[in-house]
C-alpha cells in the first residue's frame, strides 16, 4: 500500500510558476509509471504528464514546453514543475503512480493561476 500526499499548489499570476511534490510513503524506485493529472471544474480529468519505467515521457500539448514531471528517488517524491502558467491552468492536481500493476492516487492539490 502507498500513500501520496501533494504540495505546492496555490495561487499564482499568469506567468509565473509552482511545482508541485507528491510524497509517497514507500519507495518509489521500482514504480511502473508516475504521472500527474489534473481536473478543472466542470471538466473530465486529464492526464497532464507521465512517465513510465522505461524513461519516455509524455505530456499533453497544452503543457508542452512549460510542465516538467520528475522524481527523486532518495526522497520518494514525485514533482511536476509548471512554468509559464496560464489561467487555463487552473485546476485540481492529483498525483498517480502505478506500482505492481496497481493505481494509488493522491488527495489533490488546488491550483489558481489569475490572468
Known amino acids: 500500500q502507498v500513500q501520496l500526499v501533494e504540495s505546492g499548489g496555490g495561487l499564482v499570476q499568469a506567468g509565473g510558476s509552482l511545482r508541485l511534490s507528491c510524497a509517497a510513503s514507500?519507495?518509489?524506485?521500482?514504480?511502473?509509471?508516475m504521472a500527474w493529472y489534473r481536473q478543472a471544474p466542470g471538466k473530465q480529468r486529464e492526464m497532464v504528464a507521465a512517465?513510465?519505467?522505461?524513461?519516455?515521457?509524455y505530456y499533453v500539448d497544452s503543457v508542452k514546453g512549460r510542465f516538467t514531471i520528475s522524481r527523486d528517488n532518495a526522497k520518494n517524491t514525485v514533482y511536476l514543475q509548471m512554468n509559464t502558467l496560464k489561467p487555463e491552468d487552473t485546476a485540481v492536481y492529483y498525483c498517480?503512480?502505478?506500482?505492481?500493476?496497481?493505481?494509488?492516487w493522491g488527495q489533490g492539490t488546488q491550483v489558481t493561476v489569475s490572468s
Open positions: 498517480n503512480v502505478v506500482l505492481r500493476g496497481k493505481n494509488y
Open positions: 514507500g519507495s518509489i524506485a521500482s514504480i511502473d509509471a
Open positions: 512517465s513510465v519505467s522505461g524513461g519516455s515521457t
